[in-house]
């Protein structure tokens, strides 16, 4: 893998339309995850759209989505650095979330994540979302990587 | 409350902006759960665009945002109904998801929702989707109720 370029970026083209994360996907969100020391980073704002039931603040999905994402792209970092091999894509089997403080919207928010545990195609990650500082949210996910040879569908 | 009406739609004005939810946000997916039985149900049809990685099948922090907003609603209208009062409220506190299949897009989902503790301001739910049949996703929330009297913001 190429440790300065955004982990999205090096999906394979199949499974790079993802919503939250996928380069090829024009209306999504294109979220971008880059390794900063042993964890990985994700710098994102969100537009006001997204606001939760209160506006000003942002909708609890959002908060999942950006953790599932960048927790995805964390696992698939891991996986390629600890094997020296091209980025793979992991897709999630289970997200668990704890919301700590309301998220402001229209700000930079910071998400971070780690792997904890590399076992075969599996990867746990533990995750974090802030904005200026104060921890709105964490969690953590078990991430599995896609046959290489054999489509998803 | 009602029990023929949208849960959604008997949220509190002020509380009524949510991008996955909120009848007052005109950009969002305004999902709407209904009382059926002793849970809740939602039937929601995700257009193309949020797709997850792989053409065809949803993302999943959209997955995680419909058993989010249902939570909710499946929380405030337990309370609710248990109270006999309007319908007020709930926040997430936290949440957890298994995936269990691919959730296919352009289908119409089917969320359900069962509250199976209510203590005070906090209600436990538990959720699932599916899609013509096929368990996709399942998991649980805690989601608690926000102050009447005083503002989120």
């Given at each position: 893998m190429d440790e300065k370029m955004a982990i999205q970026d090096q999906y394979p083209d199949e499974y790079?339309?993802?919503?939250?994360?996928?380069?090829?996907?024009?209306?999504?969100?294109q979220i971008k995850s880059y390794w900063d020391g042993d964890g990985t980073v994700c710098r994102f704002t969100p537009a006001s759209?997204?606001?939760?039931?209160?506006?000003g603040f942002l909708y609890g999905g959002m908060i999942a989505s950006l953790l599932d994402c960048h927790g995805a792209a964390t696992a698939a970092a891991a996986k390629a650095r600890a094997e020296g091999r091209p980025v793979q894509r992991f897709v999630t089997a289970s997200l668990k979330l704890d919301y700590r403080a309301k998220t402001p919207i229209d700000t930079e928010l910071e998400i971070r994540g780690r792997a904890v545990e590399i076992k075969g195609r599996k990867v746990i990650v533990e995750l974090t979302l802030s904005a200026a500082g104060t921890l709105c949210a964490e969690g953590s996910a078990v991430m599995v990587q896609l046959p290489e040879e054999q489509s998803w569908g």
């Open positions: 790079a339309n993802c919503y939250g994360c996928g380069r090829l996907n024009p209306h999504g969100l759209r997204f606001s939760g039931g209160f506006p």
